[in-house]
């Protein structure tokens, strides 16, 4: 079946500082999610892209949908310590009414 | 405006008995999910619902079922509550359109503990 991989699991940085998350599918995605889940909450939907190879912006936030759809990557520009949680990425597989979720990648950030 | 409401917010069980997660979503979203989440583990589908009436396993089913109730209302029920299912458990919603998947809007979630 499908697999979603994201890397880092974990990662510390000073505020300030920027951050990457990458996520790598086993297949092919129509569309790929990006989701926040801040510690004790539940997953919060922060964008989603649809097209090869593209670029969309949310602030400091900066998400990039692959040229060949199987990858995305979430880059977080100046941390502040409100960016603390994990984040997930989600794809379906094609046709599908569902979505495989990356294990997610859990932000810490030091002021 | 509730959008996904789930009850019980905690709920500490003995092996063996069984219980009733409930799900409620008021957006009109054609489909439901209930997922499990573990420490490392991500988000893993359990069953959903891609339209009233009509229920299908996800990735990891054994010892649940559910029932899709009404539009608005969708179950998860432990028949036989085992340790293994200690986790929290989250009741998503979502439209659907030709264009493909709408974003899933989650429930603050169950934490379920299996002594």
């Known amino acids: 079946g499908q697999q979603v991989m994201q890397i880092p699991q974990y990662q510390h940085v000073q505020e300030g500082e920027d951050f990457t998350t990458y996520c790598n599918s086993s297949t092919t995605l129509s569309n790929i999610q990006w989701y926040k889940q801040r510690p004790g909450g539940h997953p919060v939907f922060l964008i989603q892209l649809v097209k090869s190879g593209e670029v969309k912006k949310q602030k400091r936030l900066t998400f990039q949908f692959g040229e060949a759809k199987k990858n995305s990557s979430l880059h977080i520009t100046a941390t502040q310590t409100t960016d603390v949680g994990t984040y997930f990425c989600?794809?379906?597989?094609?046709?599908?009414?569902?979505?495989?979720f990356g294990s997610g990648t859990q932000l810490t950030v030091l002021p | 405006n509730a959008g996904v409401t789930q009850t019980p917010k905690f709920q500490v069980l003995k092996t063996g008995q069984s219980m009733t997660l409930q799900c409620a979503q008021d957006?009109?979203?054609?489909?439901m999910y209930w997922y499990r989440q573990d420490p490392g583990m991500g988000l893993r589908l359990i069953y959903y619902?891609?339209?009233?009436?009509?229920?299908d396993k996800g990735e990891v089913p054994n010892g649940y079922n559910v029932s899709r109730l009404n539009k608005r209302e969708f179950s998860l029920r432990l028949e036989s509550a085992a340790p293994s299912q200690t986790s929290v458990y989250f009741c998503a919603s979502s439209g659907w359109t030709v264009d493909g998947n709408q974003p899933q809007h989650f429930g603050d979630g169950t934490r379920l503990s299996i002594l």
């Open positions: 957006m009109n979203h054609n489909s």
């Open positions: 619902s891609a339209s009233e009436g009509t229920t």
């Open positions: 989600a794809g379906p597989p094609r046709s599908a009414r569902q979505l495989t």
